[in-house]
T-cell receptor, first 111, second 109 residues
C-alpha cells in the first residue's frame, strides 16, 4: 500500500521555467491538498480539492495552479517559477473528516 | 481565524528523559492530529486525537477539547525521536487543517 506518492522528489528550475508536481493516492480519499514548507517554518496550504471535480485556494495560492485529474490524482503547476517558490512541497489526502496523510515531499529549487 | 500555539518552541533532552509538548488552540475543533517531522523531512502521523487519550508505545497524547489544548508525552526518549513535532487542528467551522509552528526536539546520546 503506497499511500500518497509524489513526483519528482527533487527538481531544480531556472526562473521563468514551468513544471508540474504530481501526486497520487491509493487510499480512495476524497480530499487532497498541496502544502509548502519553507526553512524553519510550518506548513502553509496552497490549494486543496475537497472532492473530485472541485478545487479551492488556500492560504498562499499566487503563482500556482492545480488540477484534480480524477479521484486519485492532484497536480500542482508552476507556470513561471520564481526564486520565492523555492520550497519543499507536500501533497496530502484524507477521507471526509478523517486523518490527514502526507506524501514524502518534493524539494524544489528555483535559481 | 483559529490560532494554534505550541510550546516549548525548542527542547533539548538527554536520551532516556521524558518530555511533554503542548498545543493550545483558540476555538472549537473537530479534529486534531500530532505529526513528527524527522530529520529527513518526512511527516509521520503520530496520533489522530480529537478528544481523549491514546497511547502508542513510548508516546501518548491527551486532548481536552473543552479546554482547547492537547498534550504529547514522550517517555524514555531516544535519539530517533529528534525532529519537529507539529500539532494540526481542524476548526469546527473551518475548511482545512491549521498547523501550529512546531516544537523542535533534539535528543542527545
Amino acid at each position: 500500500n503506497a499511500g500518497v506518492t509524489q513526483t519528482p522528489k527533487f527538481q531544480v528550475l531556472k526562473t521563468g521555467q514551468s513544471m508540474t508536481l504530481q501526486c497520487a493516492q491509493d487510499m480512495n480519499h476524497n480530499s487532497m491538498y498541496w502544502y509548502r514548507q519553507d526553512p524553519g517554518m510550518g506548513l502553509r496550504l496552497i490549494y486543496y480539492s475537497a472532492s473530485e471535480g472541485t478545487t479551492d485556494k488556500g492560504e498562499v495560492p499566487n503563482g500556482y495552479n492545480v488540477s484534480r485529474l480524477n479521484k486519485r490524482e492532484f497536480s500542482l503547476r508552476l507556470e513561471s517559477a520564481a526564486p520565492s517558490q523555492t520550497s519543499v512541497y507536500f501533497c496530502a489526502s484524507r477521507l471526509h473528516s478523517g486523518e490527514l496523510f502526507f506524501g514524502e515531499g518534493s524539494r524544489l529549487t528555483v535559481l | 481565524g483559529i490560532q494554534v500555539e505550541q510550546s516549548p518552541p525548542d527542547l533539548i533532552l538527554q536520551e532516556g528523559a521524558n518530555s511533554t509538548l503542548r498545543c493550545n488552540f483558540s476555538d472549537s475543533v473537530n479534529n486534531l492530529q500530532w505529526f513528527h517531522q524527522n530529520p529527513w523531512g518526512q511527516l509521520i502521523n503520530l496520533f489522530y486525537i480529537p478528544s481523549g487519550t491514546k497511547q502508542n508505545g513510548r508516546l501518548s497524547a491527551t486532548t481536552v477539547a473543552t479546554e482547547r489544548y492537547s498534550l504529547l508525552y514522550i517517555s524514555s526518549s531516544q535519539t530517533t525521536d529528534s525532529g519537529v513535532y507539529f500539532c494540526a487542528v481542524f476548526p469546527y467551522y473551518g475548511q482545512n487543517f491549521v498547523f501550529g509552528p512546531g516544537t523542535r526536539l533534539s535528543v542527545l546520546p
